[in-house]
């Protein structure tokens, strides 16, 4: 069964930054896509960033293109998520997410965390 967990959410102010970490766990391929997708009140579940598994760049949203970077960790199947230039719309929980495809991260085929918490307020 895979396992994902999120840490490293908090409070910031706007214009600060924040890294997320995800680590994954259980029986997933090497090739697996990973990705977030956060939530917040009032809005529909937002896929942000995606890496499909295979060589090239991750995928990002234009919401967060430029500010948000997705990185490999050094320990296998770990994952950080830089958020810089946090603005008040960035607040929400953030989830980090495996499936077979990036067109599936945040479907029912998916596997994700708790949700790391980010809120950016002045």
């Known amino acids: 069964e895979v396992q994902v967990v999120e840490s490293g959410g908090g409070s910031v102010q706007p214009g600060g930054s924040l890294t997320l970490s995800c680590v994954v766990t259980?029986?997933?391929?090497?090739?697996?896509?990973i990705g977030w997708f956060r939530e917040a009140p009032g809005k529909q579940r937002e896929r942000i960033v995606c890496?499909?598994?295979?060589?090239?760049?991750?995928w990002y949203a234009g919401s967060v293109l430029g500010r948000f970077t997705m990185s490999r960790g050094s320990a296998k199947n770990t994952v950080h998520l830089q958020m810089i230039n946090l603005e008040t719309e960035d607040t929400a929980k953030y989830y980090c997410?495996?499936?077979?495809?990036?067109?599936?991260?945040?479907?029912?085929?998916?596997?994700w965390g708790q949700g790391a918490q980010v809120i950016v307020s002045s």
């Open positions: 997410t495996v499936a077979s495809g990036c067109h599936l991260i945040t479907t029912g085929l998916a596997s």
């Open positions: 259980g029986s997933t391929s090497d090739e697996y896509a």
């Open positions: 890496d499909g598994g295979m060589e090239g760049h991750p």
